[in-house]
């Protein structure tokens, strides 16, 4: 990174992040609260792809909670099997569509705390919910966000948790949910994990740690 501070380069991040995604999509095909809650949950350690080609089966099977709870679980199970991590993310599923009828009249609680109660659903998963679902400011960090964050020398990289710490204190709360979009699709498209282009990644080409950008041109080199 060059000389500006952490301040300009936040406001780089953004502005570069806003002209390249104005409107960024939801990710994950979802009609109300309880589809986009079910979705989210398939899509841990699965692409959102691939929850988008699962999903339509399982909620012609049922998409709500009253319907879910009365399901079989193994039913469940061979719907979802594409996404991985079937046997315990089925069973998540059951179970929190039957809370939701025991204890939320049916509905998808607008709380942390009654969200993050629920069966499979941990923090990510909530904050999603509440984002996309509430439009309560939130900052879903995922391995995404994490990777980028580092990269740009915004967070210390050392846990999700000290990486949404970090984001929430450097973003102004009025973009937290569209600027967490924005990071997920600019990090697919230009400042993936794997088969990394560094010249075309421009925020972290103007904003980044140098020596991530070293060993990005070094690794890029050996390809060539």
């Not at 994490?146 to 709360?173: C, I, Y």
Request: charged content about 30%.
């Amino acid at each position: 990174m060059d000389s500006m501070s952490k301040s300009e380069r936040v406001a780089f991040a953004m502005a570069e992040l806003e002209a390249r995604y104005p409107a960024p999509p939801i990710p994950l095909d979802h009609r109300d609260a309880y589809t986009l809650l079910v979705s989210v949950l398939l899509s841990a350690q699965c692409t959102d792809k691939r929850v988008n080609t699962v999903t339509p089966g399982l909620f012609e099977l049922a998409d709500n909670p009253r319907d879910m709870a009365r399901q079989d679980v193994d039913e469940i199970r061979a719907i979802i099997r594409p996404c991985g991590l079937s046997p315990r993310k089925s069973a998540a599923i059951l179970k929190l569509s039957q809370m939701l009828c025991e204890e939320h009249n049916e509905q998808v609680p607008c709380d942390f705390e009654a969200l993050e109660a629920l069966p499979g659903v941990g923090h990510k998963t909530a904050s999603v919910v509440m984002s996309q679902a509430f439009d309560v400011p939130s900052f879903p960090v995922d391995t995404h966000i994490h990777r980028l964050m580092w990269r740009w020398g915004l967070s210390s990289g050392k846990n999700v948790e000290q990486t949404e710490r970090d984001a929430k204190r450097l973003f102004p709360e009025s973009r937290w949910n569209k600027l967490h979009l924005q990071i997920i699709y600019y990090a697919r498209e230009l400042s993936p994990a794997r088969g990394w282009r560094i010249e075309e990644d421009v925020i972290t080409l103007k904003i980044g740690r140098k020596a991530v950008i070293a060993d990005a041109r070094k690794i890029a080199s050996r390809r060539a």
